[in-house]
């Protein structure tokens, strides 16, 4: 497969928030505070019917596998629940956690040893999220101004970054998406995320949700 990159004709926009709408927000407070990545997402209210697999998910990426098994272990600690145990791959080491509210979090490496200690440092935090069709999406949102940084047909599409965004946005399949978290593709409902950009809100092909945001700048929750 040949990769593909691809600019926008349009104004460029990015990705400026990330916010998760969760049932207790409280509770849900608490839990992104201990897991470390409060800075990255923001969280709101909402009682909005969600069952099953909601279609996305979180994924940090750290320096090596004692980094990955901190990240988990502080989530497990924190109440999320073990989807896929860390454990080394072909492409490194990592693993997938649950948290309360039912968002999804994988943490990897694409290291297969330490070099140094445990950290909690998050070196890149990637919003994936599972489409139907990823050659319709990438279109869809390169026509609303964001640059493609790479694309590999019909299989994953990856977005270029603002300078103030807080994660990365890319496109997979949706069941694929679901086979690699380990979840049933079957799920319902709102996606219980919502997207802030620098440009008027909208809609996408598989309902996923984004508002206008005028801050540059991720808030703590």
Do not use: C, N
């Not at 943490?107 to 040893?113: C, H, L, M, P």
């Not at 999406?137 to 599409?157: D, I, N, P, Q, W």
């Amino acid at each position: 497969m040949v990769m593909a990159t691809t600019a926008s004709t349009a104004a460029h926009m990015s990705v400026v928030s990330v916010t998760l709408e969760v049932a207790d927000l409280p509770a849900a407070r608490r839990f992104y505070s201990a897991f470390g990545v409060d800075t990255y997402v923001r969280l709101r209210a909402s009682e909005a019917h969600s069952t099953g697999f909601r279609g996305f998910t979180l994924a940090l990426t750290v320096s090596g596998p004692a980094t990955v098994d901190s990240f988990v272990g502080a989530a497990v600690e924190a109440g999320a629940t073990v989807l896929k145990p860390a454990t080394k791959s072909l492409w490194g080491y990592g693993g997938v956690v649950q948290a309360p509210d039912g968002t999804i979090w994988k943490i990897a490496t694409s290291a297969k040893r330490d070099t140094g200690p445990a950290t909690r440092e998050i070196d890149e935090v990637v919003l994936l999220i599972g489409v139907e069709d990823v050659k319709a999406t990438r279109e869809f949102y390169v026509g609303r101004g964001l640059t493609v940084a790479k694309s590999f047909g019909g299989k994953y599409a990856e977005f270029a970054p603002g300078q103030h965004s807080p994660v990365k946005l890319a496109l997979y399949k949706r069941r694929a998406l679901a086979k690699d978290l380990g979840v049933p593709v079957e799920g319902t409902g709102s996606h219980r995320i919502v997207l802030g950009g620098t440009a008027d809100g909208f809609t996408d092909l598989d309902g996923f949700a984004w508002e206008a945001t005028e801050s540059l700048a991720p808030t703590p929750s």
